[in-house]
């Protein structure tokens, strides 16, 4: 098993990303971006943290039979870096949900990654 480790630390992104998301929804702090994920969690926590419990399940199955192909590498690089950077919005989430960030640090740091970005494309 080539990327089992990697394969795991995207499988626990994975679920943290559904709590996280769940939490903040329910709370009213934040809204679901991906409109099918939305509609899902629309239906039921129960619904929406299965289908992401099954894509992930799915994933990591994937990469585990396919993993010594550089193809499946790449592509769990990708994953695992946009996964960290999802984790980086939800800390900031919760950072501005219990009053620990400025509404002029979310400005300043949304005006940064907007630049960042530019660089990228």
Known sequence: MHLFRETFLLFSLNLLDAILTIIWVRNGVATEANHIMARLLDSGDFTFLSAKIAIGTITALVLLRWGNRSLARYGLTLALAIYLSLMGIHVVTGLSAFGYMSERALYDLNLLT????????
């Open 114 to 121: 907007g630049g960042l970005l530019a660089l990228f494309l």
